[in-house]
Structure formats: structure tokens, C-alpha cells
């Protein structure tokens, strides 16, 4: 065998090893983008989730916030407030008699609390016992829900327990 021919012979067989390798670059360019795309997927949902916590939270600080501003309300004028001016059973809808301090008090707070937290769904209840007063915010918080607080164990009055602050305070 010759010089020369060892030199072509060489090159068939590199020619050929390269032949059996076409398109394996492509395969693992695919191979990468589908890994990405998977992955890309997944920080999306944990996105889509975090903002979906993020929004409960801040309604559940809203809502705290709400019970403490007619405390502080009732604080201000407790004469009337220990005479019950601001008992109101659980109500979804703004109280219309504003007659006195203390039922402007309760309609200023419900326009505030549905103004912060969204108009439907938003309820609120003040109850009196003595000097001890117990005030009740629910809320529809169902873009945040995973439908497990739906189960009768889960519901207080027919309302999911994770859309309730309760603030008890003495005056």
C-alpha cells in the first residue's frame, strides 16, 4: 500500500464516520429546548402561584386592618358603643340609616372595607358582649382556593374558615 492510498483510504473512513454521526447535533438542540421549554413551564406556575398567595395575603392585611379601624371607631365614641349603636348581625350589603355617629361610622367602614377588598362577597359582622366586642370580616378570597376549604368540616356558617378574620377587643 502506498502512501497516497492510505491517505485517501483515511479519508473514506473519516467521511464515513461522520456520515453515521449527521444529525445527532440536532437531536440534542430538542433534546435542550424541550428541557427548557418543561422547565419554563414550571417557573410560570410557580408565578401563576405565588401572585395568586400574594393577592390572598393582602386581602387577609385588608381585612385585619378593616377590623381594626371600627374598633378604633367604636373606641372614639364609646358611649355609643357599649349602648349597642354598632351591633350589626352579619350583613353583605352597606347599612343605608345614618342617623347618628355610630351608623355613619359602621356605613363609612363597610364602604371602606368593599372599597379594599372588592365589593362582592365582602360581609361584615359587629357583635357586643358587655365590653367585649367581637368583629367579624368575611371575604370571597375563590381565586386563591383550592376547593378544599368547601368540605362542612371547613365551613363556619357556610363560609370557608381561610376567608375569616376575627378580632376580639374590650373597650
Do not use: K
Not at 429546548?33 to 410557580?46: D, F, P, Q, R
Not at 385585619?64 to 352579619?90: C, F, K, P, V, W
Amino acid at each position: 500500500m502506498t502512501f497516497r492510498s492510505e491517505i485517501a483510504m483515511n479519508r473514506v473512513c473519516m467521511h464515513a464516520g461522520r456520515r453515521s454521526q449527521t444529525g445527532a447535533g440536532l437531536i440534542e438542540v430538542l433534546v435542550a429546548v424541550l428541557v427548557m421549554g418543561v422547565g419554563l413551564l414550571g417557573i410560570a406556575a410557580m408565578q401563576a402561584t405565588a401572585l395568586r398567595n400574594n393577592q390572598s395575603a393582602l386581602e387577609r392585611t385588608q381585612a385585619t386592618i378593616q377590623t381594626y379601624s371600627i374598633l378604633d371607631a367604636m373606641r372614639a365614641n364609646r358611649d355609643a358603643a357599649l349602648a349597642g349603636g354598632y351591633d350589626m348581625a352579619r350583613t353583605c350589603t352597606a347599612p343605608t340609616a345614618n342617623g347618628t355617629l355610630a351608623q355613619r361610622d359602621i356605613i363609612a367602614w363597610f364602604v371602606g372595607m368593599q372599597d379594599a377588598m372588592g365589593a362582592t362577597g365582602t360581609c361584615g359582622t359587629v357583635v357586643r358582649n358587655g365590653n367585649q366586642f367581637t368583629v367579624t370580616v368575611d371575604w370571597d378570597d375563590s381565586r386563591a382556593s383550592d376547593n378544599t376549604e368547601t368540605a362542612p368540616a371547613a365551613l363556619q356558617d357556610g363560609v370557608p374558615a381561610r376567608n375569616r378574620v376575627v378580632t376580639v377587643a374590650r373597650l
